[in-house]
């Protein structure tokens, strides 16, 4: 193999082995600005997004040890990493998708599983990683607050004092 397309695969590798995820789009239809802007979006949430030759990318994938989607590897295609929160970087194409109706997903890697465009889709249609922590912190704090009044009804009772 060409020493210089080597040094290309092992880049492309190297990003595969820190990133837990990769997500891979098919961008034909996206102008140039609108690409930049889609990855200035990218880059603020800890995600990028490359192009590359889809044989480099095929070859990297086997040398990162994830599994095969060479068949989704066809046309123009951008690949992002990140080492951030996926659902972040799904977030940034589903808005950028539903604004320009480009950039549709074709599939992902995340944590060594496949995954489709409607399951990558549907990560990024999940609320904020903060939201969700705040929801399950609610639901916690719930039970505990519950389980409490119930203790405390208990104690009153047995003291023969009452709330009423």
């Known amino acids: 193999m060409n020493p210089d397309k080597r040094i290309i695969i092992d880049g492309l590798t190297e990003r595969l082995n820190k990133s837990p995820f990769l997500i891979v789009i098919d961008y034909t239809t996206v102008t140039v600005p609108e690409f ?3 990855r200035a ?3 603020a949430c800890g995600a990028q997004c490359h192009v590359a030759k889809n044989n480099f990318m095929r070859t990297a994938l086997v040398d990162a040890g994830l599994p095969d989607i060479g068949e989704h590897l066809n046309g123009q295609t951008a690949f992002i990493t990140g080492t951030a ?4 970087a799904a977030k940034v194409v589903n ?3 539903k604004a320009s109706k480009k950039a549709d997903y074709k599939v992902a890697i995340v944590d060594g599983a496949v995954m489709s ?3 990558i889709r549907q990560i990024g249609d999940l609320p904020s990683r903060d939201v969700l922590l705040a929801t399950l912190l609610g639901t916690i704090n719930g039970a505990g607050s519950a389980l409490a009044r119930v203790i405390q009804a208990y104690v009153d009772k047995e003291n023969g004092t009452s709330a009423e």
């Open 95 to 97: 808005t950028f998708n």
């Open 41 to 43: 979006s990218l880059d």
């Open 36 to 38: 930049t802007g889609l």
């Open 85 to 88: 929160d996926v659902a972040a």
């Open 117 to 119: 465009a409607a399951q």
